[in-house]
Structure formats: C-alpha cells, structure tokens
C-alpha cells in the first residue's frame, strides 16, 4: 500500500509539469536575476532542492525548509554568471524556540560598466553606464504539526523587496514566496512545495524618460485660454514604460534517503517546476554523503516540450550539472564549502562556490 502511495505521488510531481497547449509566454517577464538560484548544493543536484533544503539557502527554494535548521546557519554564494557578470547571494537563519525559524537574505547581480553609444557615435561617446539587481528578503518558517507516527508538515513565507537599475532609470517592486514541507512518515520519504515571486507588475521609471515640459504662461500658448482656466498650467511629458510581470514559478517536489547506513547517504531528488515565461522542467539531483564529511553530487535539468516553438525549445542550453561538497567540523561549529559546474551549452559554462557556517 505504501508503495502505491509513493507512485502516486511521483506520478503527481511529474503530472505538474506536463506542458499546458497554448500561445508562448517566453520572455514576458521581468526580473529574471531572481530565476537564479543560491547555493552550489542546490546547483550540483540540478536544481532538484525544495525538499532537500537543511541550509540558509532555504529561504530561495523552499522557506519551508528552514525548519530543519538547528542552529544558527550562514551563507554566501559567489558565481561567475554568464556574459561577464557577477552574482551574489548571502543569507542567514537561526532558529527562535517554539517561535519558528527567522531568515533574511540579499541578493545582487553585477555586471561591468559599459560605454555608452549612439547612432551618430556607435563607437562609443566617452561616457559609461553601469546596471545591476538587487533583492532584500526576510522570511518566517515553523513547524505547525509533528506526530508520533513521524509526520510532519512545515510552512514558510518570504517577504522580498526588489530593485533593478540601469543607469540613471530604476524599479522597484515587492514580492512573496510560500513554502510547504511535509514528512508522511514513511521512513524518509518528504514532499515539497513552494510558490515563488508572486507580486504585482514593475516598470522603470528615471530622468532619462523625461521627454520635456511645459511651464505655466509659456508665451507661445498665449492665446490658448481653456474654459475656466486663466492661464495654461504647468504640464511634465515622460515616456511611459511596458510594466512586467515578475517571473513566478510553481515548484513541486519530492526526495528520498535511497541509501541510509552509518557512513553513508545516499538522496534521490525531483522537483516538477511550472513558470509563468517559459516551459516547464523537471530537475533531477542525486548526493552521496560519506561519513557527513564529503559529498559527490549530480543534477540534470530537462525542459519539457509542449507550448514552446520548436525553434525555441532547441536552443536549451542547460543540462548537466556536477558538484561536490566538505563539512569540516570547528569544535561545536561546522565550515561548509560547496562547489558545483554547470554546462549552459553555447554560453559555456557557469562555476559556482559556496561558503556555508553552522554554529
């Protein structure tokens, strides 16, 4: 019976990311530095983390997750992204009692200055421009049930403030991600949900947009009297941008300890993710942990076929991913360092290294 259980629930992640037919949404969100996620663990098993989440990295895959922290947990991940750019992510979380789980992260993507051209000076006009995203979050988790039989569900929630600029015009938005964890208690075997980036639409806005104005009593509206204004008011004209959506994603997940002896671990993971600018995926992730002190890691991330021109779904570039990980142990705390390599195809390939500390 037990059995059939874990087959239906398989079934309902892979069932989650079964393509829907209708027109592409490819490319109609914004923000899309926030479709990056933390962690070279969570990158070296492909993405494949919103059940696996036990780090402060939690608070960008599941919030949920953060239950299962502890102690005091920090992390830093530094990426050398694609097309010269610099991403970083720093997070902490420590747990309050029977309060819950508290976090809080930043998140920022750099990228180098450029020089500014023109049509009429398309080698360049002497002045640069520079651009770059940023986020700020804070999130709250707690375990809201734990039963005898070993059951037990969790629940997260991240508040995120975000903000995007490219030389002197900007956005600024809010958005929100919620997290479910849920142990069935069949040894140990955990599902995972979490609904990411939910908020209203964003648009930039900046002095570059002002197009010109009109100051009251302009002389060449002199005999322009509208009814029952005595004189023309004071009128400002800016470009009006498109707003965007913000890249919202439904993620689905399930894992299971496959090997669970004293010196060793060995984690199967899958998690079915549903986006609102793309098709959906599937993410695939497998650790082997050797006496908690080393871990080699895989990942692969499938895009499924479906509304996505065939055009479009052949230029895919992720896929494999590979990685490995040490917890060197410091008295009553631990050092965490993760590595993790992704192929993106023709855009190369992505490092990742993360730094972790539990107190």
């Known amino acids: 019976m037990k059995a059939r259980c874990l087959w239906f629930i398989l079934a309902c992640v892979v069932l989650a990311a079964t393509p829907v037919w209708a027109i592409t949404n490819?490319?109609?969100?914004?923000?899309q530095f926030l479709k990056i996620g933390p962690?070279?663990?969570?990158?070296?098993?492909?993405?494949?983390?919103?059940?696996?989440?036990d780090d402060a990295t939690a608070i960008y895959w599941n919030p949920a997750g953060l239950t299962q922290l502890e102690t005091l947990s920090l992390s830093n991940t530094y990426v050398l992204w694609v097309g010269d750019t610099r991403f970083n992510f720093l997070a902490g979380a420590v747990p309050v009692g029977e309060v819950g789980t508290l976090a809080a992260s930043i998140t920022a993507l750099m990228m180098p200055q450029m020089e500014i051209t023109t049509l009429a000076k398309p080698d360049g006009t002497g002045q640069w421009f520079d651009a770059g995203d940023w986020a700020v979050s804070v999130a709250y988790?707690?375990?809201?049930?734990?039963?005898?039989?070993g059951a037990r569900l969790s629940v997260g929630i991240n508040a995120k403030y975000i903000y995007q600029k490219i030389h002197r015009e900007s956005a600024k938005g809010v958005a929100l991600d919620v997290g479910t964890l849920y142990y069935p208690g069949w040894k140990s075997l955990r599902l995972g949900m979490c609904f990411s980036n939910f908020g209203p639409e964003m648009s930039f806005s900046g002095p570059d947009l002002e197009t010109g104005s009109e100051e009251a009593g302009d002389p060449r509206f002199a005999d322009y009297r509208p009814y029952p204004d005595t004189s023309n008011p004071t009128r400002d004209a800016t470009l009006e941008t498109t707003a965007y959506p913000l890249p919202i994603n439904f993620r689905l997940g399930i894992a299971y300890d496959l090997v669970q002896q004293d010196d060793h671990l060995l984690t199967l993971a899958l998690d079915g993710n549903h986006p609102n600018d793309n098709a959906e995926r599937l993410n695939f992730g497998a650790e082997y942990w050797y006496k908690n002190a080393a871990a080699l890691r895989a990942g692969y991330k499938v895009r499924l076929p479906g509304n996505i021109p065939d055009e479009v779904n052949a230029g895919e570039e992720e896929g494999l991913t590979l990685g490995l990980g040490l917890h060197l142990n410091l008295g009553e705390s631990a050092l965490i360092l993760d590595y993790a390599f992704a192929d993106f195809g023709r855009l190369k390939s992505a490092h990742r290294v993360s730094l972790g500390l539990r107190f």
Not at 26 to 31: C, P, Q, Y
Request: aromatic letters at 6%; charged letters at 20%; glycine letters at 16%.
């Open 26 to 31: 490819v490319g109609t969100a914004g923000a």
């Open 39 to 53: 962690g070279a663990r969570a990158d070296s098993l492909g993405g494949a983390y919103s059940t696996i989440a």
């Open 141 to 149: 988790a707690r375990q809201l049930y734990d039963s005898e039989e």
